[in-house]
């Protein structure tokens, strides 16, 4: 966190926290509340005002250190882990408009400037049992394995160091789109219950994006999405320039493969009918081995934390073909390799053909912000720490995710030139001790001491019943005792 600008200066007023008594980022929780107030309209439905509920839900993401409804409720005032679970799970307010909102806000923080982009990733988020929406056994990024999870597909705005999550899918697996009841038991909606990519949900997100106004000017996403040749084409003819990383054994081709159907040799048999390429194609991981050392440009592409990033760039106007369509696509290939590193990364761009090497390898290294903003969103504001196990529940939690983590940008840019270190971090480290909490008095922790025993015992005895009554009639014996 920045320093108070006075407090260089060696007197006895700043050493007596002068300059901390007057420091703008004490007006944090105002601004807290100020935000909650724009979107308080939105969880009032015909029947009931859930916005209350909202609050503290809202409240226990960023106060609570574990953010399920016991913790949430045992720091925020006036609230209960029951009345929380109902709000999220059962209130019928619309996440969509408060999805709507936030991307429109996010876009009159960061949108529409040179840098803005629109980066695609999903997200994993660990699960035991069988009961959770979409739960099965896939591949988990934060576990670095396969293992019983649920799979989020996000769109983050982002422009240069800032970026915000403003739109969510949950990926819904085959085994679960196959089994119509169990979708339903989930409260998955009937028009929801189709199987869809998660290529196919990055592009819903896109086109959703443009449908809600939000400015980018480019799409940016990982080699999932970069592996599938109908996606990029799906950019492409909606006229989105994207930066899109592949894998090393991807085909290129060095000249125009100018496909064309080879006339017949003979009048026996078929006719040809399908496209043929006119030259042979090669993986990008060997075009690679192919290059001189001098064809390698070093381009400094930002500051860090850690000093300037330099990294080694290759650069390549090349072609793509995919079997089928009539004229191969004439791309850029970008690769990449840290100064000091092994590694490389390969990237695709339908940028145009005047595009700078500087400027399209900073479009290729702004996908770090999408692990940032998920960094920041687990860990600040409780996007994987939730008790949600229905399509509704789901998505009310990642909303309210997503307007904490708009409040955390607001707040950045506000204090960008009194404080221009600040983090998330900081910020829930801020609202945690300006923001009212629960009086923690010798009864109050008594108490809930008492209330987590009692569901502990409670979750026990549930399980004991279930293998039998002798088991049940044991348990209930060694309680006794």
């Excluded at 949430?72 to 059962?90: G, Y």
């Excluded at 015992?457 to 348990?475: C, D, M, P, T, V």
Aim: glycine share 4%; charged share 25%.
């Amino acid at each position: 966190m920045g320093r108070c600008p006075t407090a260089r200066r060696s007197n006895k007023k700043s050493k007596k926290g002068v300059c901390h008594a007057n420091s703008p980022l004490r007006g944090v929780d105002r601004h807290f509340r100020d935000f909650y107030c724009r979107y308080s309209s939105y969880f009032h439905t015909r029947t009931r005002n859930v916005s209350q509920r909202a609050e503290q839900y809202f409240k226990g993401l960023i106060q609570a250190r574990k953010r399920n409804m016991e913790r949430m409720a045992e720091v925020v005032p006036n609230s209960d882990d029951q009345s929380l679970q109902h709000f999220l799970t059962h209130s019928n307010w619309d996440e969509g408009a408060v999805i709507d909102q936030i991307a429109h806000d996010a876009d009159q923080l960061i949108g529409g400037k040179a840098d803005s982009c629109l980066l695609i990733d999903e997200s994993s988020f660990a699960k035991n049992g069988t009961k959770s929406v979409g739960v099965a056994r896939q591949w988990c990024g934060r576990l670095g394995k396969v293992d019983n999870c649920q799979v989020g597909v996000f769109s983050i705005l982002g422009c240069k160091t800032h970026s915000v999550p403003i739109d969510c899918r949950l990926f819904l697996p085959q085994a679960w789109v196959q089994d119509k009841q169990r979708c339903l038991a989930t409260g998955v909606p009937e028009e929801a219950i189709e199987f869809n990519r998660k290529h196919d949900l990055a592009l819903q997100m896109v086109i959703s994006a443009r449908a809600r106004g939000v400015r980018f000017n480019w799409v940016g996403c990982d080699s999932l999405y970069g592996e599938d040749p109908s996606f990029l084409r799906a950019l492409d003819q909606m006229h989105e320039i994207f930066m899109v990383d592949v894998h090393k054994d991807q085909h290129v081709y060095l000249q125009d493969p100018a496909p064309i159907v080879p006339r017949a040799h003979s009048k026996a048999g078929r006719k040809p009918s399908r496209l043929k390429a006119q030259t042979e194609p090669m993986q990008v991981a060997q075009w690679v081995q192919q290059q001189p050392a001098e064809a390698w440009k070093t381009l400094t592409i930002r500051d860090t934390t850690k000093g300037k990033l330099r990294v080694n760039i290759l650069h390549q106007r090349l072609w793509l073909w995919d079997g089928k369509e009539k004229q191969a696509k004439h791309w850029h290939l970008i690769v990449r390799r840290e100064a000091n590193s092994s590694k490389i990364k390969y990237s695709l761009s339908n940028a145009p053909a005047h595009t700078a090497v500087k400027r399209l390898a900073y479009m290729q290294a702004q996908r770090y912000w999408v692990e940032r903003s998920f960094q920041d969103s687990k860990s600040s504001c409780g996007m994987s720490d939730y008790q949600a196990r229905s399509w509704r529940s789901w998505h009310h939690h990642m909303a309210l995710v997503m307007m904490a983590m708009l409040f955390m940008l607001e707040q950045r840019l506000l204090y960008k030139d009194s404080h221009p270190l600040l983090s998330c971090a900081d910020i829930i480290s801020l609202l945690c001790n300006f923001l009212p909490k629960r009086t923690i008095t010798s009864e109050e922790v008594l108490r809930q001491l008492e209330v987590r025993h009692r569901k502990r015992e409670a979750s026990i005895y549930s399980a004991h019943r279930k293998q039998g009554y002798h088991h049940l009639k044991n348990y209930q014996n060694n309680v006794t005792k």
